[in-house]
């Protein structure tokens, strides 16, 4: 069962151009994490424990909820907007994407886009989040979601 599933996830993932196969020799290869999310579905994660040694750190510092909170000051309206696969929206470059491959029963497959695992993708998908959002007045990411408020139901 477990199998039927792991294979109908890479499927997806491939289908979405999340990972390819690789079918060449490869300097790197790991094994994945396979995490059950509450909802049943598998999320395919890299351990890539050696790797982390040779990997450049980005340097993020996520804003505080006080310093949100503060911002939200006079707010009345609030919604929320969930950033799910959120890492699965920052490409790798070629080179990057040669050093997540990984074993599976089905063969070897490498990442396209930004895997969970890789120790520094929380800090990359908080900076880009951050910019893309940082001249929008009323609307603040936070972790894996993005919160949208507003002071009055005045329209845009």
Same mark, same amino acid.
């Given at each position: 069962? $477990?199998?039927?599933?792991?294979?109908?996830?890479?499927?997806?993932?491939?289908?979405?151009?999340?990972?390819?196969?690789?079918?060449?020799?490869?300097?790197?290869?790991?094994?994945?994490?396979?995490?059950?999310?509450?909802?049943?579905?598998?999320?395919?994660?890299?351990?890539?424990?050696?790797?982390? @040694?040779? $990997?450049?750190?980005?340097?993020?510092? $996520?804003? %505080? /909820?006080?310093?949100?909170?503060?911002?939200?000051?006079?707010?009345?309206?609030?919604?929320?907007?969930?950033?799910?696969?959120?890492? /699965?929206?920052?490409? $790798?470059? =070629?080179?990057?994407?040669?050093? %997540?491959?990984?074993? %599976?029963? =089905?063969?070897?497959?490498?990442?396209?886009?930004?895997? =969970?695992?890789?120790?520094?993708?929380?800090?990359?998908?908080? @900076?880009?989040?951050?910019?893309? =959002?940082?001249?929008?007045?009323?609307?603040?990411?936070?972790?894996?979601?993005?919160?949208? /408020?507003?002071?009055?139901?005045?329209?845009?």
């Amino acid at each position: 069962m $477990l199998r039927g599933k792991l294979k109908q996830e890479l499927d997806r993932m491939e289908k979405e151009q999340v990972i390819v196969k690789v079918d060449k020799p490869a300097n790197w290869v790991h094994y994945p994490v396979i995490v059950e999310k509450p909802n049943g579905k598998f999320r395919v994660c890299l351990h890539p424990r050696e790797l982390k @040694k040779y $990997l450049e750190e980005e340097q993020y510092q $996520l804003p %505080t /909820w006080e310093e949100i909170s503060s911002r939200l000051h006079g707010a009345r309206f609030f919604s929320t907007l969930g950033a799910n696969q959120g890492y /699965w929206q920052i490409p $790798l470059d =070629f080179e990057s994407s040669r050093l %997540t491959t990984f074993n %599976t029963p =089905f063969g070897r497959y490498r990442f396209l886009r930004m895997a =969970f695992g890789i120790h520094s993708a929380r800090d990359v998908f908080h @900076k880009r989040i951050n910019h893309l =959002f940082e001249y929008l007045e009323g609307v603040e990411p936070d972790i894996d979601d993005i919160l949208v /408020w507003r002071k009055n139901d005045r329209r845009a």
